[in-house]
Structure formats: structure tokens, C-alpha cells
């Protein structure tokens, strides 16, 4: 019969902040270990918030991390993408084993990697839902352009650019995005006769 061992759940964000605010905090001078343990060991007895009570952590074989990247392009209006990397205990490389892509609406993209970074499995996880082309299609109707290519295209993008840089002009009180660059302080100066 195998034991199905359940551990506290440590909230790491939170504590990682700490560590980060006793480093700040030292201004350059370093710090022993047993300062450090002192300054965490107080933090955690008041500040209850650093340890999940809901929550429990059940050490695994395998673990996942994010690792997001921009998307330079009108794409990277409605989505972020990463790349999530498996991790095995038993491999003493220290490089992930596998690795996989996402492609996330902004709105969910924390919430994703937040979530992908909390697991710990003693097996292996597969998932396979969507499709990038799928979210490029979505993400071009969102925008406005009949197909995802147009999102590629310089001369689409300069007139969608145009459009937005006008309708902030506008919410502004200017006329339109010249009307607010004449009127800029980093317009460049008129020479004078």
C-alpha cells in the first residue's frame, strides 16, 4: 500500500518577495544564513498569509515551469505565449526533459502560468487543446482584419496602428493623431525667420 504523503503549502510568490525586501533592505552587506532564517522565521509567525490553508503540497517526481515571451506583433495585442518545461527530480542534468508551447489570452495568461507552476505529478502530464492557427484566427476578427495573414501585412498594420493612435488622439481632444503631434511637446520646433 503506498502513503499518500499531504505537506503544508508554503504561498512562494509571498516569500520570495521577502527574501527580495531582506536583500534590498541589507544595502550590499551580505547576510548570513542565520540572519536570513531569523528574518524569514519572524516574517512567517506573523504573517499567516504566506502559508496557504487551504492548500496542501504534494511533492512530485515532476514539476513545470513558464517561461512566457512577447509577441512582437499585432498578435501580441490579444495573447502572450511561453513555453512550459518539465522537470524530473531523477534527471540530474538540471535541463528541463520536455517542454511544450501556450498561446494565452492576456486575460488568463497569469492565472495559466500561476496555475502550470504550482503542480508537482509523480507522473508525467500531456495536454493538447486549440490550436495556435486558432487563436491567430480569433485574434485577427478581434481586431478587425478578415484573416490572420493580414495581421502580417506592414501596410495593414500601419493603417490598424493609425486607427488606434486616432482614437486615442480623440479620447484626448484632439482631431486625429496628427492633430495631437503638432500639438506635442515633442513635435519638432517650427524654425523661426
Known amino acids: 500500500m ?15 518577495w521577502f527574501i527580495k525586501n531582506i536583500r534590498y533592505h541589507s544595502d550590499g552587506k551580505e547576510i548570513t544564513d542565520e540572519e536570513l532564517v531569523d528574518e524569514l522565521a519572524s516574517y512567517m509567525e506573523t504573517n499567516p498569509r504566506c502559508i496557504d490553508m487551504d492548500g496542501v503540497s504534494n511533492p512530485g517526481r515532476f514539476n513545470y ?5 512577447g509577441v512582437f506583433s499585432l498578435f501580441g495585442e490579444k495573447y502572450r505565449m511561453g513555453r512550459i518545461e518539465i522537470f524530473d527530480s531523477e534527471d540530474d542534468s538540471g535541463y528541463a526533459v520536455s517542454e511544450g508551447i501556450y498561446t494565452m489570452p492576456h486575460i488568463a495568461a497569469n492565472q495559466f502560468e500561476d496555475f502550470i507552476q504550482s503542480l508537482e505529478t509523480d507522473l508525467p502530464i500531456n495536454i493538447e487543446i486549440g490550436s ?3 487563436c491567430e484566427k480569433e485574434c485577427a476578427k478581434s481586431l478587425g482584419f478578415e484573416t490572420p495573414e493580414e495581421m502580417r501585412d506592414p501596410e495593414k498594420i500601419k493603417a490598424y496602428q493609425r486607427k488606434k493612435n486616432d482614437i486615442y488622439a480623440k479620447e484626448r481632444g484632439y482631431k486625429d493623431w496628427d492633430d495631437l503631434m503638432a500639438n506635442s511637446k515633442f513635435a519638432p520646433k517650427k524654425k523661426e525667420d
Open 2 to 16: 503506498t502513503k499518500f504523503e499531504q505537506k503544508m503549502k508554503i504561498n512562494r510568490k509571498d516569500l520570495k
Open 65 to 69: 515551469s513558464t517561461v512566457g515571451y
Open 132 to 134: 495556435h492557427e486558432w
